[in-house]
Structures are given as structure tokens and as C-alpha cells.
């Protein structure tokens, strides 16, 4: 079995991160944004199905395309954050089983004749990458703030129109960026363990 990471590396990814709403003047480049999505995507699906699909927003025209879907409180901070990412999944995600599941694509059919379990599965599984990829964003020295203030539904029909992003369907968003440590609020508390937990 491999070392478990650093006390160091757990409280950068868990302990001592937070959302951020603040940010500093410190670009974020396309490489980087490359490097979080080759390392997001290890993280498990069902199937290997991988339904997340990721719109980064990094320019000011991109971003002010948001800005009428954006929850009055999320306006300030989404327009300063360097990059906005729109997590989003393919509702057609099981159209590349044979790619990604070779040993047994015929689970295309599943979701093609269950609809229900085609969204549940998209859902569940683009927002678990959505996770991953805020974990990631720590684990490369950046800071994230998620959001899932705004309209849904606006976002699709803004950016998930063209012909190679059709069946996109928003999930939540999540700005990246480098934190502003000295604009953070005081951190709320977490569940005990004895509360949120049950040892069968
Ligand atoms: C899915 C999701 C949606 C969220 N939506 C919003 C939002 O719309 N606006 C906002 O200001 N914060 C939003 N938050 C931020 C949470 O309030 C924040 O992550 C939580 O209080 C923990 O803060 P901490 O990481 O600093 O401890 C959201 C977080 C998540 C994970």
C-alpha cells in the first residue's frame, strides 16, 4: 500500500480550505485549467461513464454571458473570480460506453431504455466530478468557490445551443482562482462524526 499524503497536503485539500468569494489579482492560465481536468477526471463514475463536461469562463465576454443567470449574490464575486467553471453533464453520456467501458458497452442500452435512469445517473455521477474538481483545484494550489445560485435553465439555453455542447445540462458553478485569505468570514462548524455517522 502507498504512504497516505501529508498532513500538509490533507489540510491544503480538506482542513484548512475554504470557498472563497474574494479574490486576488493573480491570473489563472489555460494550462493550468488542463491540469485540473487531466486530474479530475481519474475520479470514479459509474461505468467509467464520465457525464461531466466542464465550460470554463475566462474572459470578460464569457463571464458578462452569465452574469443575467446569476443569483443577485453571486454577481459581485463570479465577475472578479479569474476563471468560472460551469459544471455540467452530457445527457447523452452513454452514447461513448464503448469508448470508455469496453468490456461491456451493451450498458448503453440501459440508459437508452430508461431515461429516469439515465438523468439520475448523469446527476449523480457529473456532480461527484464536480466535487473532484474542486478537490483537484486545491490539490494544484488554487482556491474554489461553488455556487449554485442561479438560473439553471438560462445557462443551458446560453451556452449548451451550439451543435458540439448540445444535451449539456448545468449543474452548479464554480469559481477558481487564487483566494483572498483576508476577506474570508469565520468558518462554520462541521457534524461530529457521532452525528452524521452510524457504525453497523
Ligand atoms: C453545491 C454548492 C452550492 C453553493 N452555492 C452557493 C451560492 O450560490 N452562493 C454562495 O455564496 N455560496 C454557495 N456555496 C458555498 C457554501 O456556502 C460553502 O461552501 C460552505 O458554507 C462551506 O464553506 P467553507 O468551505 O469556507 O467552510 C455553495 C457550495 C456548494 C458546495
Do not use: C
Not at 10 to 26: C, G, K, M, S, V
Not at 63 to 74: C, I, S, V
Not at 132 to 161: C, Q, T
Request: proline residues 7%; charged residues 25%; aromatic residues 10%.
Amino acid at each position: 500500500m502507498s504512504d497516505p499524503v501529508s498532513d500538509e497536503a490533507l489540510d491544503q485539500i480538506f482542513r484548512e480550505a475554504r470557498t472563497h468569494d474574494a479574490w486576488l489579482d493573480r491570473p489563472v492560465g489555460d494550462d493550468v485549467l488542463l491540469r485540473l481536468y487531466e486530474l479530475m477526471k481519474w475520479g470514479p463514475t459509474s461505468a467509467n461513464l464520465s457525464p461531466a463536461r466542464i465550460l470554463f469562463l475566462r474572459t470578460k465576454e464569457a463571464k458578462e454571458r452569465l452574469r443575467p443567470a446569476l443569483m443577485g449574490g453571486n454577481v459581485e464575486k463570479t465577475m472578479a473570480a479569474p476563471v468560472t467553471a460551469i459544471v455540467a453533464h452530457d445527457e447523452r453520456f452513454f452514447a461513448n460506453a464503448s469508448r470508455l467501458f469496453p468490456h461491456f458497452p451493451q450498458i448503453a442500452d440501459m440508459f437508452a431504455n430508461s431515461p429516469k435512469m439515465a438523468e439520475e445517473t448523469a446527476f449523480r455521477n457529473g456532480t461527484l466530478q464536480g466535487a473532484y474538481l474542486i478537490l483537484a483545484a486545491r490539490s494544484l494550489g488554487l482556491d474554489a468557490g461553488p455556487m449554485s445560485g442561479f438560473d439553471n435553465a438560462k445557462v443551458d439555453a446560453e451556452f449548451f445551443a451550439s451543435d458540439d455542447t448540445k444535451g449539456w445540462r448545468s449543474n452548479f458553478l464554480v469559481n477558481l482562482g487564487h483566494g483572498d485569505p483576508a476577506k474570508l468570514f469565520p468558518r462554520g462548524p462541521r457534524l461530529p462524526f457521532e452525528e452524521a455517522s452510524r457504525l453497523l
